[in-house]
């Protein structure tokens, strides 16, 4: 049950596209297609922006998009706003258990 | 409107047991995948635990053998059974619906392990 390993840190001007990464195993990412990623402000709970590897929970802007290949999934997010500035956390399902990402904090310049 | 609320966190002494519960509203738990994500304070999210709509469970090696998950059908929420508290244990815990969790988590319920 080893965490996902993702970038600690990611930074972008406003506007800016970025993307962080989240390199798991065959077992894991490279198993099934049960990929999220989670948006986290300081003191509040997570929010689901990507499931399934790239799909978007409805009211989650279109700036955000998920996609995978092999072992290791992505979270981009196009034209940055400072409102983005949080801490992304993927999770992948891994038979039977789960497994987050250590996170990556964004910093919005 | 769905809606998850923890409670029973607290502080409790190394050894110690707390038992968390998850009251869901506007939707079964039974009829869902369950889950307790935990969070350490200024560290990152950790799976705990998963109880699957046909009642298997699941633990992370970091508490099996010592937390026990479970329902009450009737109602309507979602437990943590948390014995041999250590220090480690100290965090945030949320619960959350999915298997992978999906858009509905809890607010959080902190429980602080110390002498």
């Known amino acids: 049950q080893s965490a996902l390993t993702q970038p600690a840190s990611v930074s972008g001007s406003p506007g800016q596209s970025i993307t962080i990464s989240c390199t798991g195993t065959?077992?894991?990412?490279?198993?099934?297609?049960?990929v999220s990623w989670y948006q986290q402000h300081p003191g509040k709970a997570p929010k689901l922006m990507i499931y399934e590897g790239s799909k978007r929970p409805s009211g989650v802007s279109n700036r955000f998009s998920g996609s995978k290949s092999g072992n290791t999934a992505s979270l981009t997010i196009s034209g940055l706003q400072a409102e983005d500035e949080a801490d992304y956390y993927c999770c992948s399902y891994a038979g039977s258990s789960t497994l987050f990402g250590g996170g990556t904090k964004l910093t919005v310049l | 409107e769905v809606q998850l609320v923890e409670s029973g966190g607290g502080l409790i002494q190394p050894g110690g047991s707390l038992r968390l519960s998850c009251a869901a509203s506007g939707f079964t738990v039974s009829s869902n995948y369950m889950t307790w994500v935990r969070q350490a304070p200024g560290k990152g999210l950790e799976w705990v635990s998963v109880i699957y709509s046909g009642g298997s469970t699941y633990y992370a090696d970091s508490v099996k053998g010592r937390f026990t998950i479970s329902r009450d059908n009737s109602k309507n929420t979602l437990y943590l059974q948390m014995n041999s508290l250590r220090a480690e244990d100290t965090a945030v815990y949320y619960c959350?619906?999915?298997?992978?969790?999906?858009?509905?988590w809890g607010q959080g319920t902190l429980v602080t392990v110390s002498s």
């Open positions: 065959s077992s894991d990412v490279g198993s099934y297609n049960l």
């Open positions: 959350a619906r999915g298997i992978i969790p999906d858009s509905y």
